[in-house]
């Protein structure tokens, strides 16, 4: 069945670290993986993508991982900010379903 | 601002009652997607149209059903509504349908 999954519901770091949300996929027919942000209120906003054929890609202060052998995806963000409080979400796509299937989403909260 | 123009941003109802929910894609993107978002919980698929036709179909009730029209916005309606179908709807749109998710700011339907 469709299952995208998530490790933790809720992340605290201090303003400053790093932090690592990670996300279990169960679809090994899944051919693109896409992050999302989505603050208080707010649509989901991207952050970041990545197809099958890498394993890592990086952005702005971002970069996500993808170990197909384990099915397992992960999005770091470097030297976390205030704004980076939110929901994170990953989501997975395959050819043929038409569709973003989300995880339940890692809450993330910043420190002072 | 996403692109993606969603409309009410806010509705509120009784149940019993039938309401329509309005979303206009990104410019160009020819696929339109609805999902369900309930408190605090992940986004649930609920039905994909491409270029005016339906493409795929996910937890979407009978009582809901949604359509495509010739200049691509999309329209949710949603009948005998019950407290339970309370949440934040959100639509998005894609190029082609299967990459570039792009999500609107999405509507708060609240039953009483």
């Known amino acids: 069945g469709e299952s995208v999954g998530l490790h933790l519901p809720t992340l605290s770091v201090q303003e400053g670290d790093n932090s690592i949300i990670n996300c279990a996929y169960s679809?090994?027919?899944?051919?693109?993986f896409i992050w999302y942000k989505q603050e208080s209120g707010k649509g989901p906003q991207f952050i970041i993508d990545?197809?099958?054929?890498?394993d890592k890609r990086q952005g702005q202060r971002v970069t996500v991982l993808l170990n197909k052998t384990v099915k397992h995806l992960s999005l770091q963000i470097a030297a976390t900010q205030p704004g980076d409080s939110a929901v994170y979400f990953c989501?997975?796509?395959?050819?043929?379903?038409?569709?973003?299937?989300f995880g339940q989403g890692t809450r993330l909260t910043i420190n002072p | 601002d996403s692109g993606v123009t969603q409309t009410p941003k806010h509705l509120i109802t009784a149940t019993g009652q039938r309401v329509t929910l309005r979303c206009s894609p990104r410019?160009?993107?020819?696929?339109v997607y609805w999902y369900q978002q309930s408190l605090d919980q992940g986004l649930q698929f609920l039905i994909q149209?491409?270029?005016?036709?339906?493409?795929a179909k996910g937890n979407i009730l009978e009582r809901f059903s949604a359509q495509q029209f010739p200049d691509l916005h999309s329209e949710l309606n949603l009948s005998s509504l019950e407290l339970g179908d309370s949440a934040l709807y959100f639509c998005?749109?894609?190029?082609?349908?299967?990459?570039?998710?792009?999500f609107g700011s999405g509507t708060r339907l609240t039953v009483v």
């Open positions: 679809n090994s027919a899944s051919d693109y």
């Open positions: 989501a997975e796509n395959y050819r043929g379903a038409q569709k973003l299937v």
């Open positions: 998005a749109s894609s190029p082609q349908g299967d990459y570039g998710y792009t």
């Open positions: 410019s160009g993107d020819l696929s």
């Open positions: 990545i197809r099958s054929n890498m």
């Open positions: 149209y491409y270029n005016g036709e339906e493409r």
